[in-house]
């Protein structure tokens, strides 16, 4: 059996942000199986970049639901390449994976 932290590690080895980064649409549709969403909260334990930004997303996107008095939200495409732009930059894991 795995100890907490190496599961944690070897997660971390195995980048989930690009993955992650695919799930968030579905995520803010809460179209996520559970599955997924464990996934997606395990990563940004770990990944403050992802955790950051899923915030502000969440923020967003009621924000947006709100003025638009809309039930489902479409996350618009400036959004995603924010999103793309922005991991890049700050994504540790990507780092260590270049090492
Ligand atoms: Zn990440």
Known sequence: MMSKSEMSKSEINHCNCKKVLELLSAYIDSELSNDEKRMLDKH??????CKVYLESLNYTVRLSVRLEKQESYQMPKDVRVKLR????EKCQCDKDEER
């Open 85 to 88: 732009t922005f991991l890049k």
């Open 44 to 49: 940004i334990l770990q990944c403050q970049p």
